[in-house]
C-alpha cells in the first residue's frame, strides 16, 4: 500500500514511528541513537518484523492453519454418527481392485 502513494519513505517511516508499540520503539531506541534506521521503506519493515518476532515471541509462532493440536480438537469436535469410509472399508478386509 505504501508503494501506491507517492511519499518518500522517510515519511512512510515517521508515520510507522507513531504507531509502533511503546515496547517496540523502545527495542528499536538503539538504532534511532546511532542514526542506524533503515533508509527505506522495506529495510525498515523488515527490521520492524525481525524485533516483532523476538519482542512477542508467542504471537510470531503462528502457522497459517494453526498448530497440530488443533487439527486433533476439530476430528474430535467431528459428528460421532459420521461414517468413516475408510474404516469401514479397513474392517471389512475389502481391498478395492481399479480397472486399468
Given amino acids: ?38 533508509k527505506t521503506w522495506d529495510n525498515y519493515l523488515k527490521l520492524l518484523m525481525q524485533a516483532y518476532k523476538v519482542l ?8 497459517i492453519f494453526g498448530p497440530e493440536a488443533n487439527v486433533e480438537k476439530s476430528r474430535e469436535k467431528k459428528d ?8 469401514i472399508h479397513k474392517k471389512k478386509g475389502k481391498n478395492l481392485r481399479y480397472c486399468q
Fill in 80 to 87: 460421532p454418527d459420521a461414517m468413516e469410509i475408510d474404516e
Fill in 1 to 38: 500500500m505504501a508503494r501506491i502513494v507517492n511519499y518518500s519513505d522517510e515519511v512512510h517511516i515517521d508515520k510507522m514511528k507513531e504507531v509502533i508499540p511503546d515496547k517496540l520503539q523502545n527495542a528499536l531506541v538503539i538504532y534511532e541513537i546511532t542514526n542506524q534506521y533503515p
Fill in 56 to 63: 512477542y515471541l508467542d504471537k510470531a509462532q503462528g502457522t
